[in-house]
């Protein structure tokens, strides 16, 4: 079965990248027809989605966070990463990496996520 497990620091700087992998086991990551997103969820607020990166390393982001936001993939480790440029308190969240599944751009769904690593951003 596959599981998804989120990591990385969890206390970041003030206009510093925020940096996370997310690691794959029972599964690869070059599966043509899943796609590997990155959701976060601030405290007491809800989802946002991030982005994904898909087939041929085709990446789409939240055009709110697309100027600050990088997606990409380590297939040799069956991992996927995020970095959050510039950050602000405001970034702050939940950070959750998800596999989606993806038949046609109308039939796709998130099924299966990480447990979630909180990242603060604070001095």
């Known amino acids: 079965q596959v599981q998804l497990q989120e990591s990385g620091p969890g206390l970041v700087k003030p206009s510093q990248t925020l940096s996370l992998t997310c690691t794959v086991s029972g599964g690869s990551i070059t599966t043509n027809y899943y796609y590997w997103n990155w959701i976060r969820q601030p405290p007491g607020k809800g989802l946002e989605w991030i982005g994904y990166i898909g087939v041929g390393d085709s990446t789409y982001y939240n055009p709110s966070l697309e100027s600050r936001a990088s997606i990409s993939r380590d297939t040799s480790n069956n991992q996927f990463s995020l970095q959050l440029s510039s950050v602000t308190p405001e970034d702050t969240a939940v950070y959750y990496c998800?596999?989606?599944?993806?038949?046609?751009?109308?039939?796709?769904?998130?099924?299966?996520w990480g447990q979630g690593t909180l990242v603060t951003v604070s001095s």
């Open positions: 998800a596999r989606e599944e993806v038949h046609n751009w109308y039939d796709r769904y998130l099924e299966v």
